[in-house]
């Protein structure tokens, strides 16, 4: 009787550690929160339940878009973040092969262009950027900041190390992730919402302002 209870009660222990596991998994996905990023703009926005949250200027890819392997274009359509690289590292740390090199860059430094202060990597869900993974595609930090709000990455977009640092904090694993031609004005407020919005700071404040007008030409 008891042989015959034992491997039930192992089974159980196992069923519940796969379980727990499963549990601690999905609370690291990040379903709410979605990223838009628009190429027209240079510029990214996190929204929340369809309410804009934080705008960042960016820069994505000077050989223009797509998927194509060995081609360094920016893929378009929608993405999730895949894995999230770099916590607690400081800002301007540079990374190769994802990994730590315990060098540090400031902002501009002359002659250096590597991946810093952190890496969110993204994986496609549609046909059209199914290569993005295997491509390295990420939104990572760029000591070269002058040239952040025009294309000039190859492949990648890129942030300011201070913006991808708050960006890493407020977004998860899961998080989808759209890359758009258009420009980010014109976007509904929220889904099903009335007006459109385009989100910046005000110059000068600090403060944020939503701007309500006619869907984007």
């Avoid at 999905?26 to 027209?40: H, L, Q, Y």
């Avoid at 060995?70 to 916590?87: C, D, F, V």
């Avoid at 315990?102 to 496609?124: A, M, Q, T, Y």
């Avoid at 640092?165 to 099903?192: H, M, N, T």
């Amino acid at each position: 009787m008891t042989q015959a209870i034992l491997p039930s009660r192992a089974g159980i222990l196992l069923l519940g550690g796969l379980l727990a596991l499963l549990l601690s998994s999905c609370a690291k996905i990040d379903p709410g929160n979605e990223v838009i990023v628009s190429v027209r703009d240079q510029k990214m926005m996190i929204f929340k339940e369809g309410a804009p949250v934080k705008s960042y200027r960016i820069s994505t890819s000077k050989f223009g878009l797509g998927d194509k392997p060995g081609s360094m274009n920016t893929p378009l359509g929608t993405m999730r973040i895949a894995r999230k690289i770099g916590e607690g590292a400081p800002a301007g740390a540079v990374f190769k092969s994802r990994r730590r090199t315990g060098e540090i860059l400031r902002p501009n430094s002359p002659g250096r262009d590597p991946i810093v202060s952190r890496i969110i990597w993204l994986k496609g869900t549609e046909k059209k950027n199914r290569n993005a993974f295997r491509r390295y595609i990420y939104i990572h930090g760029t000591p070269e900041e002058r040239t952040i709000g025009r294309p000039a990455s190859y492949g990648c977009i890129r942030m300011k190390s201070r913006d991808v640092i708050d960006f890493y904090r407020r977004v998860g694993v899961g998080a989808e992730v759209r890359v758009i031609r258009g420009s980010l004005f014109g976007l509904p407020l929220v889904p099903g919402g009335e007006g459109f919005a385009e989100w910046r700071p005000e110059e000068g404040t600090g403060q944020t302002r939503i701007f309500r007008g006619g869907p984007s030409i």
